[in-house]
């Protein structure tokens, strides 16, 4: 059974930081692409940020320069550094697999973890 269990959400203040984790099993972890995606009450999901097996990197403009995403694929975990965190990066935070956009190329959803950035 694929399972994803994102972690490392919280309470924040504008400007902080917060390191997100996803760890997964029931797929092999280094074959998979992987992502992180958010979404705010009220907004659509919103890609974040992707990783690939290669290691090449994706992030969305809004969070480019802020956020970091990497992999350890000997604990399969990926993780989303945060810093200089902003108000409107509250939202709740998803890791998947596959590496595609919140409606297509995506799978094995976790039950998110919600992260709160206060002025």
């Known amino acids: 059974e694929v399972q994803l269990v994102e972690s490392g959400g919280g309470s924040v203040q504008a400007g902080g930081s917060l390191r997100l984790s996803c760890t997964a099993s029931g797929f092999t972890f280094d074959d998979s692409d992987m992502g992180w995606y958010r979404q705010a009450p009220g907004n659509e999901c919103e890609l974040v940020s992707t990783?690939?097996?290669?290691?090449?990197?994706y992030y969305a403009d809004s969070v480019k320069g802020r956020f970091t995403i990497s992999q350890d694929n000997a604990k399969n975990t990926v993780y989303l550094q945060m810093n200089s965190l902003k108000p409107e990066d509250t939202a709740v935070y998803y890791c998947a697999a596959g590496g595609g956009d919140c409606y297509s190329g995506s799978w094995g959803w976790g039950q998110g973890t919600q992260v709160t950035v206060s002025s």
């Open positions: 990783i690939s097996r290669d290691g090449s990197t």
